[in-house]
């Protein structure tokens, strides 16, 4: 009964990290539309068309490229963190401290989750548009909520890969003390 447990654990973790790379095609694709508009906002304005549109826009599009590649750099962990305390232990402590981090990380992505989704469903029910050219605002205020919850789900196989290497760890792989040879 453990062992389903732990290997669908794993899955999850493994899953969750192949859905938080798909987050860099993401990111991708709205660069390329970031670029696009901005090309349309120049040409346009060397014309002399009004592009009130095309800033609201691109505004409005970097709130996505923001959010939703979180997670992806969360999974790579390239995203800035204090290492101090979990670099000067070792072994099943330093183990206990990543999972508590992250499960601290995934409270604090819970309780954005909340925030933003509350904000997300007030503007869809209002239909909230923007000042100038009434482009729809809630479709980016639900990208919000969706890169938190990615981000959360990171953060919950981040606390799982932790824990059972804490559990499973074993003297042998663990990396040698400098202190061993004394």
């Known amino acids: 009964m453990d062992s389903v447990l732990i290997k669908t654990l794993d899955a999850f973790a493994a899953g969750v990290r192949k859905l938080n790379d798909a987050a860099l095609y993401v990111g991708i694709l709205t660069i390329c539309v970031i670029t696009v508009v901005a090309l349309y906002g120049v040409v346009t304005r060397l014309v002399g068309s009004p592009v009130s549109w095309a800033v609201e826009f691109l505004e409005l599009i970097q709130v996505v490229l923001a959010f939703l590649p979180v997670a992806y ?101 663990a990396p040698a003390s400098p202190h061993a040879n004394r």
């Open 73 to 173: 750099v969360l999974n790579r962990n390239a995203h800035v963190r204090m290492d101090l305390g979990i670099e000067m232990v070792q072994g099943k402590r330093r183990h206990l401290l990543q999972g508590i981090a992250s499960i601290l990380g995934l409270c604090m992505s819970i309780l954005l989750i909340y925030a933003t989704s509350q904000s997300a469903i007030a503007s869809i029910a209002m239909r909230e548009g923007s000042v100038l050219s009434s482009l729809p605002i809630y479709p980016f205020k639900v990208c919000v909520t969706v890169g938190f919850s990615l981000m959360a789900l990171q953060f919950a196989g981040h606390a799982w890969e932790s824990f059972r290497s804490m559990l499973f760890w074993v003297a042998d792989t």
